[in-house]
């Protein structure tokens, strides 16, 4: 069948893109634009990855193009992160992406070339139970990408393809060393694709504008200044700048005043203020389009509440759109604008997005 790979530049859509073309498909390699600006050394980073799609495609001797979804990216996704911030919360515009580009205008794109389906390099697997399609865990935990798919629909599930989601990060380096890929050795890239390694602070504040404010103690002592309170997230100790003092404890954020614009902050990573046993959340989404339980029906499954982190027991309730969520086990920093994605077992339900953390 004709399929279209999404060529990021990196190994592992280029193993995808090799894997699918050793099976015998009719491969087309397509790299997706979704950021215009440079980085600080006036460089801009897709370039330089749009360079290193081509040499696969090259020397997979496979048809390849570049489409520019910048302004998709923005309206979509960009716009959203913002707004997040500026309401203090910590978005993550990966999941967003999967959902506004990857797996909806560039699927859209791809049927227009005439793909039966859509691949890409995700640590993931999908299969079909009962006419339903259903995302499951990939075999490297580790690597595991289901928590940036939650948001992904049935269409999506039924056009796309994840050949290196039963394999481990190990043998997919060692499948591009042992085949000559370009991008064998390239380090994965990490963080937002939008900022690369330029300095967070820097890049958010060409976008929105800081508020300094006084940085306290929960007995209201000022300890510090913060540089605005969407440069900072719960339980972050780095890039505090508070001497000492004290006890000699680091100092973590345990909470962020956002009518006051003061960070509260105290030392000691234990601090009863950073862990919760309850949590709520909106904007839900169902992978199989319905809810797993009944409204008010209390019901166990596993959570994940950060990328990477291991399952955790929850039980989850659903009401009015609102999922209440309980833990037997503290949580520690749960943060507003984070995903919390349901599991049961190896098949991903869902998730929703985090309001609160609650007692």
Not at 281 to 288: A, N, Q
């Amino acid at each position: 069948m004709r399929v279209v790979v999404g060529m990021s530049g990196g190994v592992d859509s280029s193993v995808a893109a090799m894997l699918m073309k050793r099976a015998g498909h009719e491969v087309i390699g397509v790299f997706m634009k979704n950021w215009e600006e440079k980085d600080d050394a006036g460089v801009c980073t897709s370039e330089r990855d749009w360079s290193d799609a081509r040499a696969v495609c090259e020397h997979l001797d496979i048809p390849y193009y570049s489409v520019n979804f910048s302004k998709q990216y923005w309206d979509r996704v960009f716009e959203h992160f913002l707004e997040e911030y500026r309401r203090g919360r910590t978005p993550n515009p990966d999941v967003l992406c999967n959902r506004e580009i990857k797996f909806n205008v560039f699927l859209d794109f791809a049927e227009q070339l005439g793909a039966e389906k859509l691949v890409t390099g995700h640590f993931a697997n999908i299969d079909c139970a009962n006419g339903e399609y259903r995302l499951l865990r990939a075999a490297d935990e580790n690597k595991d990408q289901t928590y940036f798919l939650y948001m992904i629909n049935q269409r999506a599930l039924s056009k796309a393809l994840f050949p290196v989601g039963n394999l481990t990060k190990a043998q997919v380096r060692q499948l591009a060393r042992d085949n000559g890929i370009p991008v064998s050795e390239k380090k994965d890239s990490t963080g937002v694709c939008f900022i690369g390694e330029r300095n967070f602070k820097q890049f958010l504040a060409g976008y929105l504008p800081a508020r300094p404010g006084d940085m306290v103690t929960l007995d209201g002592k000022v300890v510090g200044r913060h540089d605005g309170l969407m440069y900072y997230t719960l339980g972050q100790r780095r890039g505090l700048g508070i001497g000492g003092g004290g006890d000699g404890r680091r100092w973590f954020v345990v909470k962020k005043d956002l009518e006051n614009n003061v960070l509260v902050v105290q030392q000691g990573e234990d601090s009863p203020l950073l862990y919760t046993h309850a949590a709520r959340g909106s904007e839900l989404t169902w992978l199989s389009g319905r809810a797993p339980a009944p409204e008010g029906v209390a019901y166990d499954c596993q959570v994940r509440l950060r990328h990477r982190q291991p399952l955790q027991r929850c039980t989850l309730t659903l009401s009015n759109g609102v999922a209440r969520m309980r833990f037997p086990y503290a949580q520690r920093a749960v943060t507003p604008g984070q995903s919390a994605v349901f599991y049961q077992d190896r098949v991903c339900l869902g998730g929703c997005i985090v309001d609160s953390a609650e007692d």
